[in-house]
């Protein structure tokens, strides 16, 4: 790997200070070990709002799930972290090893870590390990005042594992069904005679698995080192290093909605764990490098200055055959086309040749995609007061440059051209057939111009504060290029924020926000005008509540948000007025988080209207949802014993295009955990979906279906130290 010097390095230097620190460290603990649920109510300085503002106090909805949260719910990925969280639509494409794709009010996520963007670019880097993660975040709705162009559903922020000033760390082994084994360690502490100046973190993980769809498996290796340095009590720097390679194949077979969504004609349905690609051929093989820096430094009592740099470099080698995709409301199997195309149908009668009617011919698809990526963002924080006014405000620079590059070869084979029926896959009898050779898709190979994208933004953001009143005020200023070819566009983008919240003494505290977020588009219309950049704005209103006496959250939020400058269904391709669309959202989520005494509770539901600008519904975007999860952590004889149970609800879903309208039903899921922690010993055993439903996350026009996750049952022992 690129990144093995470093990683060697790091490991070099900590290593020394680890040993000496574990001989010195009393081994002799109990139960105090023993995890107690933390309700997080606020952030960190590198988290999804920059600031450590309580999220009561913060006018706007903010979501935080905790490593402990999201381990006793035997979450294996992030999207799985996030299937309790509301508003979140955390596994859309259903099992998934491309990536992690999930949705907040109806829009995809960006991936953030330590409050700064980890991924560009499509099928091009590793999926976040949960293992290197501490805290999830999800920041809800527009946030380009914090972090210029994005999505207007909000960022999803993780951060990571760093160094901690006392010894300690723990050593984990995992199996479960689908032959899953995994090893893993933590190990963290001060470095040995540097008086707690230096101290170190060590992560390792290694997976080998299979999946619910036999030809599919998985080998991950992860290693994070990190050190952190305080030269003085007002100064911390931290190295965050992390390389990860994993070799896998793709979930998603893309089968069609006959014989998943809809019966065969002869009443039955397809195996939805059925493999559509070819073995040998296909594969998801990823890796990535990637250093962080964090800095802080107390200028003094009122003025701090704090910095993230990153830069992070991912490719994917990506082979897959899938079945032929043919239009909307068009079947894709052989037999319907061949009736549809009677030079096709001569010419498969002229070899002889017959098809069962679950035949469909293929599309075999080649992708080399990389990704470099460098990036910084330095803040100023300052604490002061103006009369009867107190003010926290944050000013700082951002600067990110992102290089993408997408190689792709398809070969739409296997039936789908006349006389060639080499590829075609009988998907309830599969007989795998061999791929093209490699010739052909040098020969059709697709070299694309390098893509590069440079943001600069300046920003300042106040929270003000008289008496019980919160007031945010917030404004940016960005210039985003974008390289492609040696074309060249150029955009400005004004972004602004504002918020208001009164906190009662009683724990109640209404709020009501204003905020905006933008995308550049890369393009001219007709006339050769440049195309604006995507707007989005959103009001939202709504409470928070942190109970007295009761460690708790509890928050409720009502949004409308309205995307503008999208494509106008009216208008032709390229016409000047093509950007005149226009796309509503609106919604309500509620969600609640508490211990009460043995027990840690959280409950979420959430409800969506959201229309394309064609008045379509959005696909695949189901339009409820509710979970409750509880944990029992008894007191007493039967301390050490644990229990978790969980229930998910997912509303149908619409996909439709005016041609075709794919209703997916709902689907209700179980997940249980049972364990047992003595002295420094942690076993638990974890269920998702414990009674192995058999459900599609959605259907898509183009006329393909996401089948869920089946049953996964994994055993964790944990010795910690």
Known sequence: ?????????????????????????????????????????????????????????????????????????????????????????????????????????????????????????????????????????????????????????????????????????????????????????????????????????????????????????????????????????????????????????????????????????????????????????????????????????????????????????????????????????????????????????????????TFSDTTVPRTFYQGDNTFDQLAGDVRLRADFETGILTHELLAGVQYQDVETDSNTAYYAGGGATAGDFRYVLDLKNPVYTGAPDQSVFDAIYNDAPTQTVKDLGVYVSDQISLGDWRFTAGIRSDNVENESGGATQDDDAISTSFGVLYRFDNGFAPYASYSESFETVVGTDLAGNQLEPEEARQYEAGFKYEPRGIPGLITAAYYDIEISNLPNPSSLPGDAAQQQGVSKLKGFEVEGRLQLDDFFVQAAASTIDAEDPNGFKLAAVPETQASFWTTWRPSGVLEGFKAGAGIRYVGETVSENGTVRYVTPDYTLGDLMVGYEWDQWDLAVNARNVTDEEYLTGCLTRGDCFPGLRRTVVANLRYKF
């Open 1 to 353: 790997m690129k990144f093995a010097g470093l990683a060697a390095a790091l490991t070099f230097s900590v290593s020394a200070g680890a040993l000496a620190t574990a001989q010195e460290a009393d081994s002799d603990q109990d139960t105090e070990n023993r995890q107690e649920t933390v309700i997080v109510t606020g952030t960190t300085t590198f988290g999804a709002t920059k600031s450590q503002t309580p999220i009561v106090e913060t006018a706007r909805s903010l979501s935080v799930e905790t490593d402990e949260m999201f381990i006793d719910k035997g979450a294996l990925s992030l999207s799985q972290v996030l299937t309790y969280v509301a508003g979140v639509t955390a596994e859309p494409y259903g099992f998934s090893t491309r990536g992690d794709f999930p949705q907040s009010r109806g829009l995809e996520l960006p991936r953030y870590r330590d409050s700064i963007q980890e991924l560009f670019g499509s099928y091009n880097s590793t999926r976040a390990d949960t293992y290197t993660i501490e805290q999830v975040e999800v920041l809800k709705g527009p946030a380009s005042v914090l972090y210029g162009q994005g999505s207007p559903g909000g960022i999803v922020n993780y951060v990571s594992k760093t160094p901690k000033d006392t010894f300690g760390g723990e050593l984990q082994a995992e199996v479960g069904n689908f032959d899953r084994y995994e090893v893993a360690g933590d190990v963290t502490g001060p470095v040995a005679g540097t008086d707690g100046k230096l101290q170190f973190r060590l992560v390792g993980l290694y997976r080998d698995t299979g999946t619910q769809i036999d030809e599919v498996d998985e080998k991950t290796t992860v290693f994070m080192p990190s050190i952190s340095w305080l030269p003085t009590v007002d100064t911390k720097f931290t190295l965050i290093g992390l390389a990860q390679d994993t070799e896998s194949d793709t979930a998603a077979q893309f089968i069609p909605v006959e014989g998943t969504l809809f019966p065969l004609d002869d009443g039955s349905y397809l195996d939805w764990e059925v493999y559509a690609g070819e073995p040998g051929f296909n594969r998801y093989d990823t890796e990535s490098q990637q250093v962080t820096l964090l800095g802080e430094h107390r200028i003094n009592d009122s003025l701090m200055i704090e910095g993230t740099a990153l830069w992070r470099s991912g490719e994917a080698d990506y082979h897959q055959a899938w079945p032929l995709f043919t239009g909307a409301g068009v079947s894709r199997y052989l037999n319907d086309l061949l009736a549809l195309n009677p030079a096709l149908q001569a010419a498969a009668d002229a070899q002889g040749l």
